[in-house]
C-alpha cells in the first residue's frame, strides 16, 4: 500500500480510538478543566465511483468519505427524464483499511492511469484480433485520494472488456474495483449493513429451494439497487458458488408496495450488469 495511504488511515484509526476512550474516560473529582484540544480534521473525500456516457455525461455512482461516510446516488424516473436521489451509509474502520487495501494495493490503483489502461486494452486487442470498441458503452471513472493528490482513472466498457480481455491485469483491478464501489453503494440504497443482510436472508432462501447446497449468500454479494418508474424497486445478488463449485447464479429481488416481492434465479450468467 502506498505510504502515504497507510499513514492516512492509521490516523484515521488513531483518531477514533482517541475518541472513543476520551468519551468513557469518568471525570476525576478535583481534576483540572481539560485543556482545549484541536478540532478533528475536515472530512474529505477518498474515493468515489462514476460512470460516463459517450455524450459526456457524468453520473456519479458513490463517494466515501474519510470518516467513513458512504454517499451514494439513487436513479428513478426513465433515461429520458430521471431523478437522483442521495442516500447515506457508514463503513466501520475496519471496512475503511479493508477498501483502501482493495483499491491501492491489491488494485494497484495509484499507480493506473487511463492512458496505460487504454495502452493495455489496445496492445491485447492487436494481438488477438478482438475489437475493443463498444458501440455506446459508458467508461468507469474510479477516483482514489493519494496522499494529498486526487487520482482519477477511466476504462470503457469494463464488464465487457474483463470478460474480453482476462489476462489484462489493468482492465480486471479496474473491475474488481468497481465491483466493490458498486455493493458499497447498494448496501447504502438499500439502507445499510443490516437491511441488507435481510435481503440476503431472502435471496439465500429462494436460491436454495433450487440449489439445495448452495452457500450462504451475503451483503458482499449485493450488485444492484435500482428504483423502478412503477414504483417497484429491483434488487440484485450475485452467487459465485460455493467453494469447488463453479456455479454462478443471480438472485434478483422485485419489490412492490402493492405486492409480495417476487423473487428469480438465473443460473449462470454470463456479464453481471
Not at 58 to 64: F, L
Not at 79 to 85: E, G, I, L, T, Y
Not at 188 to 202: H, S, T
Not at 240 to 266: D, F, I, K, N, W
Request: proline fraction near 6%; include cysteine.
Amino acid at each position: 500500500m502506498d505510504g502515504r495511504i497507510r499513514i492516512f488511515i492509521l490516523g484515521l484509526c488513531l483518531l477514533a480510538t482517541a475518541a472513543s476512550v476520551h468519551a468513557v474516560e469518568p471525570k476525576r473529582q478535583g481534576s483540572s478543566p481539560p485543556q482545549s484540544q484541536p478540532l478533528p480534521p475536515v472530512p474529505v473525500r477518498v474515493a468515489s465511483l462514476a460512470f460516463i456516457e459517450t455524450d459526456g455525461t457524468r453520473t456519479p455512482v458513490v463517494d466515501v468519505w474519510s470518516n467513513g461516510q458512504v454517499q451514494a446516488v439513487e436513479l428513478s424516473g426513465t433515461r429520458q427524464k430521471p431523478v437522483k436521489a442521495s442516500r447515506t451509509d457508514r463503513l466501520t474502520e475496519g471496512e475503511m483499511r479493508e477498501l483502501f487495501q482493495l483499491l491501492a494495493q491489491q488494485c494497484q490503483l495509484a499507480s493506473l492511469t487511463t492512458d496505460s489502461v487504454r495502452l493495455s486494452v489496445q496492445v491485447a486487442s492487436e494481438q488477438q484480433q478482438l475489437t475493443a470498441d463498444i458501440e455506446g458503452a459508458a467508461q468507469t471513472e474510479i477516483g482514489l485520494l493519494v496522499g494529498k493528490r486526487w487520482h482519477a482513472v477511466a476504462c470503457p466498457a469494463v464488464s465487457v472488456l474483463t470478460t474480453r480481455f482476462p489476462d489484462i491485469a489493468e482492465v480486471q483491478n479496474v473491475a474488481t474495483a468497481q465491483d466493490r464501489l458498486q455493493n458499497i453503494a447498494a448496501v447504502a440504497l438499500l439502507g445499510g449493513g443490516a437491511a441488507a443482510d435481510l435481503q440476503a436472508e431472502a435471496a439465500t432462501r429462494q436460491l436454495r429451494e433450487r440449489h439445495p447446497e448452495a452457500g450462504e449468500i451475503t451483503r458482499r454479494d449485493l450488485k444492484m439497487v435500482r428504483q423502478l418508474a412503477n414504483g417497484n424497486r429491483f434488487v440484485q445478488f450475485h452467487y459465485a458458488g460455493s467453494p469447488g463449485q463453479s456455479e454462478a447464479c443471480l438472485v434478483s429481488l422485485t419489490q412492490s408496495p402493492q405486492g409480495p416481492t417476487r423473487v428469480s434465479v438465473l443460473d449462470s450468467p454470463s456479464v453481471v450488469r
